[in-house]
């Protein structure tokens, strides 16, 4: 166990930042690297699902030690009191996913209290990719898919069941489609499309990359891509595009230009304008 202790202060390069991301289910993310920092023993009134970055955490739950490293993702119940603190003189860089009380069934606390650590290389990939789509603003849609399909896999794995598969389902998948294309600009929340077809939003979201070949929100962002590309062609300047085809703003737009079309909105404009 590491010498650190609350009252060393601050550590060389510590920081916090945490985000409240309005995604359902998911109350706050954070992101933090701490040295000398060690967390007295305390509870969450969330789910709190933790990935370590860099270095190692050693922390007590249920009267056990534990320790949490790149290996693994933790999972800490809510009201199960617990501490933390660096397990290296290096200290750890972590990320932090918090879910809402009820985001899975209170059964599922006794067992993540006995055994915190899932290492399936697969639900680290989903739990890093869900908290940094919702570390980022105007990225809302793409997170809510990815928190419904991280919880279902925490529901199952509590319930002693393999990780859901994704299952053919054709007719919902067209039927969602048929919902984004309808709402390409003002959007839709998934719950509000899963409550519409009759499904759950994680079985919704499997069904459409299974049939589609990508997930919703890529399948949204596209459409908004190209419907940005076109007013542009069409002479729109690109904080007005972004706007009009539904971006959270032009910096949004951006991000989403340059990895789609391989250039930015601005140089895109510039050059339909030069050839105009």
Same mark, same amino acid.
């Given at each position: 166990?590491?010498?650190?202790?609350?009252?060393?202060?601050?550590?060389?390069?510590?920081?916090?930042?945490?985000?409240?991301?309005?995604?359902?289910? *998911?109350?706050? *993310?954070?992101?933090?690297?701490?040295?000398?920092?060690?967390?007295?023993?305390?509870t969450h009134d969330t789910w709190t699902v933790l990935l #370590?970055?860099?270095?190692?955490?050693?922390?007590? $739950?249920?009267?056990?030690?534990?320790?949490?490293?790149?290996?693994?993702?933790?999972?800490?119940?809510?009201h199960v009191a617990h501490d933390g603190r660096a397990a290296?003189?290096?200290?750890?860089?972590?990320?932090? #996913?918090?879910?809402?009380?009820?985001?899975?069934?209170?059964?599922?606390?006794?067992?993540?209290?006995?055994?915190?650590?899932?290492? /399936?290389?697969?639900?680290?990939?989903?739990?890093?990719?869900?908290?940094?789509?919702?570390?980022?603003?105007?990225? @809302?849609?793409?997170?809510?898919?990815?928190?419904? &399909? #991280? *919880?279902?896999?925490?529901?199952?794995?509590?319930?002693g069941g393999p990780e859901p598969a994704r299952h053919e389902?054709?007719?919902?998948?067209?039927? $969602?489609?048929?919902? %984004?294309?309808?709402? #390409? +600009? /003002?959007?839709?929340?998934?719950?509000?499309?899963?409550?519409? &077809?009759?499904?759950?939003?994680?079985? %919704?979201?499997?069904?459409?990359?299974?049939?589609? !070949? &990508?997930?919703?929100?890529?399948?949204?962002?596209?459409?908004?891509?190209?419907?940005?590309?076109?007013? &542009?062609?069409? !002479?729109?300047?690109?904080? @007005?595009?972004?706007?009009?085809?539904?971006?959270?703003?032009?910096?949004?737009?951006?991000?989403?230009?340059?990895?789609?079309?391989?250039?930015?909105?601005?140089?895109?404009?510039? *050059? +339909?304008?030069?050839?105009?």
């Amino acid at each position: 166990m590491a010498a650190n202790s609350a009252a060393a202060g601050p550590g060389p390069g510590e920081f916090v930042r945490s985000r409240r991301p309005g995604v359902p289910g *998911v109350a706050e *993310v954070l992101r933090a690297r701490f040295t000398r920092h060690a967390y007295p023993m305390h509870t969450h009134d969330t789910w709190t699902v933790l990935l #370590v970055d860099e270095g190692a955490v050693d922390y007590g $739950l249920e009267r056990h030690r534990h320790a949490g490293d790149r290996s693994a993702v933790t999972v800490l119940p809510p009201h199960v009191a617990h501490d933390g603190r660096a397990a290296t003189p290096e200290g750890f860089r972590k990320r932090v #996913v918090y879910l809402e009380p009820d985001a899975l069934p209170a059964a599922a606390a006794g067992f993540f209290a006995g055994a915190p650590a899932l290492g /399936d290389p697969r639900a680290w990939t989903a739990v890093s990719a869900l908290h940094e789509a919702a570390s980022r603003p105007g990225e @809302e849609f793409e997170a809510a898919g990815r928190a419904a &399909l #991280v *919880v279902d896999a925490l529901r199952s794995r509590a319930a002693g069941g393999p990780e859901p598969a994704r299952h053919e389902d054709s007719p919902l998948a067209r039927r $969602l489609r048929e919902l %984004l294309d309808e709402h #390409v +600009v /003002d959007g839709i929340a998934l719950a509000d499309a899963a409550a519409l &077809l009759g499904a759950s939003t994680a079985h %919704l979201v499997r069904a459409f990359g299974h049939h589609h !070949g &990508l997930p919703p929100h890529a399948y949204l962002t596209a459409r908004r891509v190209d419907l940005a590309r076109r007013l &542009l062609l069409a !002479g729109t300047r690109p904080a @007005e595009a972004a706007a009009r085809a539904g971006f959270h703003d032009q910096s949004h737009l951006t991000r989403h230009f340059r990895r789609v079309l391989g250039t930015t909105p601005a140089r895109f404009a510039g *050059v +339909v304008r030069a050839g105009a």
